[in-house]
Nanobody, 120 residues
């Protein structure tokens, strides 16, 4: 059974940084893709970034140049480094594992989410 545990969320001032972690167990981490989604109050859940098993990355336009997704296969952990944070980045951030089909990412297993609040 695949399990994901996120950590690293919290309260940060605008312009600040946070790094989210996603520890994965119960799967061969090196062969799976990892994604991060977020959901702000009153809004639909949206894709933030994905990283394939080979390290290829994709980002939502709203976070390009500010967020970096990465993975450490030796630690079975995925990361989301978030810089230059804005109040609009406030949301619950969810890690997931999944796969790519025909160029699109399909999440399969989700973590519990971690709150990120950007406010002065």
């Amino acid at each position: 059974q695949v399990q994901l545990v996120e950590s690293g969320g919290g309260l940060v001032q605008p312009g600040g940084s946070l790094r989210l972690s996603c520890a994965v167990s119960g799967s061969i981490f090196s062969i799976i893709a990892v994604g991060w989604y977020r959901q702000a109050p009153g809004k639909q859940r949206e894709l933030v970034a994905t990283i394939s098993s080979s390290g290829s990355t994709n980002y939502a336009d709203s976070v390009k140049g500010r967020f970096t997704i990465s993975r450490d296969n030796a630690k079975n952990t995925g990361y989301l480094q978030m810089n230059s944070l804005k109040p609009d980045d406030t949301a619950v951030y969810y890690c997931n594992t999944g796969a790519y089909y025909s160029g699109s990412y399909y999440p399969k297993t989700w973590g519990q989410g971690t709150q990120v609040t950007v406010s002065s």
